[in-house]
């Protein structure tokens, strides 16, 4: 009881600092769970780390990934900033890996901390503050970016971070959080810029003009377009000058890698798809649902059809109505903002690369904000509406009505639905809480990779550092990350933004379908000299004339001509030259994969030439 007591007490005289520590509280637990998960197992990596991490191994070990172009392409497309956090963690003898394990929970805070002190700036109620931080924490902890520490990981704290300088017009934190982004994740720049500048030019009064001739916002924004451009432009030369530029709108329409069923399709998907999912869609959040309560605040708002009568429905206090009118401007130019980029994306595409990365983190921060804010004056006005209940029960007989008591609404059938109402809203609150907190459900959407071969990859990685391995099987993608050595080409791996990169990966990708399928063992023997490669990968139903159908990655492609040419040969009844050494060759295998040493095939192709 006198816990109790003192939780009350505390609570009543220090409203911010109890809903600010629930707010870290809710962060701790998801980020702990996820963290505990990270590290249960051996062979377990997030998706995006096997592109962006692995290599950065490198740092720690540089005999790892020796002459390997896919390293070298992958590390030069990183953001400075970003590298120079890893190198700082190496440099202290942490590994990128796990290092990348503990560092979402670290941005998880930082997020939730700035986050909530944005609310507070907009809606100065700590529980409100509260609100807001739980919906956005589940949402990023459900998603594959934060738990990623990937280059988007950042967007979330630096973002928040950038809107609560915004808000409180602090100029030097304004243009740290910008040149932080640039040197991160450029693409989020622009939504910054924006943001900015429309918050600027935006007066309460309406008189632009007034605003405009004041000297401080120019040097702001002038100094903003100038801090970006130092922290992007020498990157983008830097890339451009190994890689060239990015393909063009009209190459990539040619391309089946950018078409349906192609791994970054873009032209030739439905509508809806196009406009709402992919590279190309709004990208909204989906999850927890109640995100899209949000969209309903701005017409609460309004003085006659939603303050007025929702107000007097859920009896809230027509004070708050001026509360949400700054809420609404800061929604207003963040949607704003980052609809209007997302078209000029389309516009330009794909000058300014993906047209839903200016959407996708921008709209789950605003809708947080937005359904935050109005899930707790709806639980404001429940709350109110159950204390007037208690009240009224505990009043005397002849000043129930005075409490507007359901005593007297009992005997005309209306206390049934009060009640029910209360109950609802006790339920609902119960289920946004606890539901996305279940650990299953939100480590599900974390895009967690599980390695299923551990003998493969420790054979592997028993091998010297410079040994190449080529695979056509899936698994290649996971070769880097558990057994840290290099494969001659992957499917997550051949990324088709840049040429010059690209087409290197394609020459890799034919040689190696040309190592599986061709009948001349002389032509698999002499491939595998030319490629450098030392082991084989091979899954055992390479041969069979549906494995190649199931492989989307080469269907879709630039090289499907010659993918349809060896379905076709499988079909007829073709058998490999490769088929014929499996049994000789094999040094390991397990479950449907085998590892073959290309000096067995060679040798074994040299007797059969005799």
């Excluded at 009350?8 to 701790?28: E, G, M, T, Y």
């Excluded at 392409?73 to 202290?92: D, E, M, N, P, T």
């Excluded at 924006?194 to 600027?200: A, D, K, N, P, V």
Aim: positive net charge; aromatic residues 14%; hydrophobic residues 50%.
């Amino acid at each position: 009881m006198q816990l109790l007591s003192w939780v009350r007490s505390f609570a009543w005289k220090s409203p911010k600092i109890l809903w600010f520590s629930l707010s870290l509280l809710v962060c701790l637990y998801y980020g702990f769970i996820s963290l505990q998960y990270s590290l249960s197992q051996a062979y377990l990596i997030q998706d995006d780390a096997r592109l962006h991490l692995v290599w950065l191994q490198q740092l720690l070990d540089p005999e790892l990934f020796p002459q390997d172009p896919i390293a070298q392409y992958y590390q030069s497309i990183q953001g400075v900033g970003f590298r120079a956090i890893y190198q700082a963690a190496a440099g202290l003898g942490v590994s990128p890996l796990l290092f990348a394990r503990f560092l979402p929970l670290l941005l998880g805070l930082v997020t939730t901390i700035y986050f909530f002190q944005v609310t507070l700036v907009l809606f100065p109620n700590p529980a409100s503050g509260f609100c807001t931080t739980l919906l956005l924490n589940q949402n990023i902890w459900f998603k594959d970016d934060l738990i990623s520490a990937s280059p988007r990981s950042f967007v979330y704290p630096l973002f928040c971070a950038f809107l609560y300088y915004a808000l409180r017009r602090s100029n030097l934190p304004i243009l740290i959080t910008i040149g932080l982004m640039g040197l991160i994740y450029p693409q989020l720049v622009l939504v910054q810029i924006g943001f900015l500048m429309l918050q600027l030019l935006w007066q309460e009064q309406g008189r632009v003009a007034a605003v405009v001739q004041r000297r401080s916002n120019w040097g702001l924004i002038v100094g903003a377009l100038g801090v970006a451009a130092v922290t992007i432009l020498p990157f983008q030369l830097k890339v451009s000058g190994m890689y060239g530029s990015i393909v063009s709108a009209a190459q990539m329409q040619q391309m089946p890698e950018f078409n349906v069923g192609g791994r970054r399709a873009y032209f030739g998907v439905a509508p809806l798809q196009f406009m709402f999912a992919g590279a190309s869609g709004l990208r909204f959040p989906l999850f927890p649902p109640i995100l899209w309560l949000g969209w309903a605040l701005p017409f609460w708002a309004l003085p006659f059809w939603g303050w007025g009568r929702w107000g007097r429905v859920l009896n809230w206090d027509r004070s708050q109505r001026s509360m949400l009118i700054p809420t609404l401007r800061v929604l207003l130019l963040l949607a704003g903002v980052s609809i209007g980029l997302w078209g000029l994306a389309h516009l330009l595409f794909p000058q300014l690369y993906l047209p839903s990365r200016y959407t996708f983190y921008s709209l789950r921060i605003g809708m947080a904000l937005a359904a935050g804010i109005g899930l707790f004056l709806i639980g404001q006005a429940s709350w109110q509406q159950w204390q007037q209940w208690l009240v009224g029960l505990d009043a005397p007989e002849g000043e129930r009505s005075r409490h507007r008591s359901p005593y007297l609404l009992l005997q005309s059938g209306l206390a049934g639905r009060r009640k029910a109402g209360i109950g609802f809203a006790v339920v609902c609150g119960l289920l946004i809480g606890i539901v996305p907190a279940i650990p299953p459900l939100f480590l599900s959407g974390q895009g967690w990779v599980r390695g299923e071969y551990p003998a493969i990859y420790q054979f592997l990685a028993q091998q010297p550092n410079d040994q190449l391995i080529g695979s056509l099987a899936l698994e290649a993608d996971n070769i880097p990350a558990f057994a840290a050595r290099s494969v001659l080409v992957s499917r997550e791996l051949a990324l088709a933004y840049h040429l010059s990169f690209y087409q290197q990966m394609q020459a890799r990708v034919i040689a190696l379908l040309e190592i599986h399928y061709s009948a001349d063992l002389l032509r698999v023997q002499s491939l595998l000299q030319n490629q450098g490669i030392d082991f084989l990968l091979v899954d055992r139903q390479f041969a069979h004339p549906d494995y190649l159908p199931q492989q989307d990655w080469l269907v879709h492609s630039s090289f499907q001509a010659q993918v349809q040419q060896y379905q076709t040969d499988l079909s007829r009844g073709q058998v490999p030259a490769l088929s014929q050494v499996i049994d000789r060759c094999t040094v390991l295998s397990e479950n449907n994969l085998i590892i073959l040493p290309s000096e067995c095939i060679i040798s074994y192709s040299q007797k059969s030439s005799l």
